[in-house]
């Protein structure tokens, strides 16, 4: 099983750079995601990495260092809209046999004026 | 349809009564989940559906909880005899086959209070 991470609440300033940082604990790792959640609604995909790296989709960054079981989310020119909950999930093979992403608990970003 | 689509949006039941959640994901999406999420909780695994194979079941609490998935496409997760602990979001989700094709996508959720 994995034993995911994240930062429970985290606060920046509207035009900021915020890094929201996930560590994971993993057997046959297969990939790990990012997800957007606004309160009440349902999780929006954000990014997934599965090789080493970085990976850039405009505002947004990714991270990934599998040997450190690491990954972070980077958001520039934060905007107030950004006030959300940040969900990291890793993908590896569960206890019934599958590939099915486990989610962390989420961190809560608040974005302020 | 163009995303998933759950059904209910929003259920309230006595304790002792059995729900029916239902769940249709994308056209041609083989892979589909189903997740509960409680008030300011992680997303839970319940259950999993690949194609013609048999689910992944190792996430449902308990045996009042069962899915099913008939044709490859539509599902529905059944609760039998609610308890109040149960009151939470279910949240469905699709994809292409792992290896495929990467992205989950998620329907806006079925809100179930139990009282």
């Known amino acids: 099983g994995q034993n995911i991470d994240q930062p429970t609440e985290m606060t920046a300033t509207e035009g900021a750079i915020v890094q929201i940082n996930c560590t994971y604990q993993?057997?046959?790792?297969?990939?790990l995601f990012w997800y957007q959640q606004h309160a009440g609604e349902a999780p929006t995909f954000l990014s997934y990495n599965v090789l080493d790296g970085l990976e850039e989709k405009g505002r947004f960054s990714s991270f990934l260092s599998r040997s450190k079981g690491y990954s972070y989310l980077l958001l520039k020119e934060l905007q107030m809209k950004d006030s959300a909950s940040y969900l990291c999930?890793?993908?590896?093979?569960?206890?019934?046999?599958?590939?099915?992403?486990?989610f962390g608990r989420g961190t809560s970003l608040i974005v302020h004026p | 349809g163009a995303g998933v689509s759950q059904s209910p949006s929003n259920k309230v039941t006595e304790k002792g009564k059995d729900v029916e959640l239902r769940c249709d994901p994308i056209?041609?999406?083989?892979?589909l989940y189903w997740y509960r999420q409680s008030l300011g909780q992680g997303l839970e695994f319940l259950i999993y559906f690949q194609g013609n194979s048999a689910p992944d079941k190792s996430g449902l609490p308990s045996d009042r909880f069962s899915a099913e998935r008939t044709g490859g496409s539509v599902s529905t997760l059944t609760i039998q005899r609610t308890q109040q602990e149960d009151s939470a979001v279910y949240l469905c989700?699709?994809?292409?086959?792992?290896?495929?094709?990467?992205?989950?996508?998620f329907g806006e959720g079925s809100w179930l209070t139990v009282v």
């Open positions: 993993t057997s046959g790792f297969n990939g």
């Open positions: 999930a890793v993908r590896d093979r569960g206890t019934g046999g599958s590939y099915i992403p486990t």
């Open positions: 056209s041609g999406h083989t892979a």
């Open positions: 989700a699709s994809s292409l086959a792992p290896g495929a094709g990467n992205t989950i996508y």
